[in-house]
T-cell receptor, first 112, second 107 residues
Framework: ETGVTQTPRHLVMGMTNKKSLKCEQHLGHNAMYWYKQSAKKPLELMFVYNFKEQTENNSVPSRFSPECPNSSHLFLHLHTLQPEDSALYLC???????????FGSGTRLTVV | KNEVEQSPQNLTAQEGEFITINCSYSVGISALHWLQQHPGGGIVSLFMLSSGKKKHGRLIATINIQEKHSSLHITASHPRDSAVYICASFGNEKLTFGTGTRLTIIP
C-alpha cells in the first residue's frame, strides 16, 4: 500500500468510449498530480491540483478532462482517445513546502 | 529549461556486483529524487537529497551540487533489485524526470 491508490490498474478502451481513472490519497497532502508515462519516454506532467484548484494544465488535449472534487480524490475523464494515448497514467501527491512525492501504482491504459 | 540525463540506459550485472547509476541535471534545483519502478508500474521513492550522501540498507545516493550530478549505488546487488531506476530533479515547484535506467541482476 503506497498511500496513493489508483483504479483501475488496467484499462482497455475503444476510441469511442468514455472512461474515468481514479486516484485517492488519505495522506493529508494538498497537491495532486497526473503524469503520463509513454514507452521509452520520461514521465510527463499533465495536470496539477492544489487545494482542489487546477494550477497547471501542461497543454494536454481536451480529450483528457481532470476533476478534483476534494483534496483526497482526483479523476481523469477520458473520451474519444487515440491509440497514441496508450500509456501508463500515474497519480502522485505531496504537501506544499515538502519536496517529497508519493506515487500511485498507475493505470495501464490501452486504446484500441 | 532543466534537463535530466541518466546513464546507462540499460545495465545487466551478476548478482553480488556493485552497481552505479548516474544522473546529471542542467540547472540549479531544490532536491534530487531517486525513484524505483517495478514491472507493474508503481513508483517508490528511494531517496530525496539536497546535499551530501544518504544510505538506506544496500542503497547509497550521493549528490554534488556544484557539478549538478548525482549517483545511486547498490552494494551486493540481488535479483530483486531488478527494476527501472529514475532520477528526478525538483525545482520551480516541478519534477523533471530522466528516462530511467533499466537494471537487470542475473542470479
Amino acid at each position: 500500500e503506497t498511500g496513493v491508490t489508483q483504479t483501475p490498474r488496467h484499462l482497455v478502451m475503444g476510441m469511442t468510449n468514455k472512461k474515468s481513472l481514479k486516484c485517492e490519497q488519505h495522506l493529508g497532502h494538498n497537491a495532486m498530480y497526473w503524469y503520463k508515462q509513454s514507452a521509452k519516454k520520461p514521465l510527463e506532467l499533465m495536470f496539477v491540483y492544489n487545494f482542489k484548484e487546477q494550477t497547471e494544465n501542461n497543454s494536454v488535449p481536451s480529450r483528457f478532462s481532470p476533476e478534483c472534487p476534494n483534496s483526497s480524490h482526483l479523476f481523469l475523464h477520458l473520451h474519444t482517445l487515440q491509440p497514441e494515448d496508450s500509456a501508463l497514467y500515474l497519480c502522485a501527491s505531496r504537501t506544499d513546502g515538502n519536496y517529497g512525492y508519493t506515487f500511485g501504482s498507475g493505470t495501464r491504459l490501452t486504446v484500441v | 529549461k532543466n534537463e535530466v540525463e541518466q546513464s546507462p540506459q540499460n545495465l545487466t550485472a551478476q548478482e553480488g556486483e556493485f552497481i552505479t547509476i548516474n544522473c546529471s541535471y542542467s540547472v540549479g534545483i531544490s532536491a534530487l529524487h531517486w525513484l524505483q519502478q517495478h514491472p507493474g508500474g508503481g513508483i517508490v521513492s528511494l531517496f530525496m537529497l539536497s546535499s551530501g550522501k544518504k544510505k538506506h540498507g544496500r542503497l547509497i545516493a550521493t549528490i554534488n551540487i556544484q557539478e549538478k550530478h548525482s549517483s545511486l549505488h547498490i552494494t551486493a546487488s540481488h535479483p530483486r533489485d531488478s527494476a527501472v531506476y529514475i532520477c528526478a530533479s525538483f525545482g520551480n515547484e516541478k519534477l523533471t524526470f530522466g528516462t530511467g535506467t533499466r537494471l537487470t541482476i542475473i542470479p
